[in-house]
């Protein structure tokens, strides 16, 4: 998009979007596309028994496969921190304890910048008490509390945190914030049955399941989605009580959702969160591709802002709005492919 697009699509939006949470500033005609890049840290707590071991190993190592081979993570951007390195020495960064998983948090702060996304997500078992919930790790854990001091540093990122530990629900009210999805396999911390909600999340990248919209990327309302019905479909199929409800967070509101339908209120940001990392595709390119895809991701921060305003504008106002955002979308998309296209 030219200076001149840029100032129409702005003009467009006028003050519509002037007292949106997040503020979208104009880029400088002169200053480099900005390209988000996508992280993904992955942390199996303490199993109790050998065959939850297994179960959690197998989630962390099927994911990590998922974002590299299929959603095109680099693999240097990939940490799993495990209960057991001896498990697999060469996929396991280092054990999961709560000193190593604050180091790498460390890290992550340190090694990304805003605008990145940062998926973090937590597969094993999990306890709460009347205060405060927890997941459990070798040794000390680490509570809802310490983890959402942790995750403050990553602030300017937008950030997905998964917890797909039982009594995990109330990590929802504890981590909720301003670019952040928060991802619960249940709704409080008093559901501790074994839970299930990891293996589809799994599954939802893993597999040709879950890309609802067929744009070949898997988001985490769609994961979210694919999981929380899977999960209800295998205990309808045993004729067994449900004994977990997932729940999604991304406005910030501290309250969880379990259908969210990413039209307004939970789901708008987890809808625009997928894993595919444009620096990577585009490291090396042509710098027009580039700065096309930095216009494209301006425009669908325009959309999701957009979106989240919806229900304080009048109806034709947004309609009108967001047709604009639309065919710039549309328009964006071609002139990439056209490019793409010519390339030898």
Known sequence: MTLRGRVAVSIALGSALAAAPVAVRAQAPDSPPAVRDTWVLIITGVSGEPHYGKQFHEWAVGLADAVRQRHG?????????GENTERAPNRIAGRST???VQRELARLAERTRAGDRVLIALFGHGSATNTESRFNLPGPDLTATEWKALLDRLAGRTVGFVNAASASGDFVGALSGEGRVVITATKSGFERNETRFGRFFVDAFARDVADVDKDGQVSLLEAFDYARREVTRTYEEEGALLTEHAQLDDDGDGTGTAAPDGQSGDGLLARS????????????ADPRLRALYADKQAIETNLDLLRRRKAEMPAAEYEKLLETLLVAL????EEIKALEERKP
Request: aromatic share 8%; glycine share 8%.
């Open 98 to 100: 709560r000193e190593n």
């Open 73 to 81: 993570v680099g693999e240097e951007n990939i940490t799993y921190l």
């Open 330 to 333: 549309a328009e964006k998309n």
């Open 273 to 284: 969160f997928t894993l595919n990392s444009t620096a990577r595709v585009l490291a090396g």
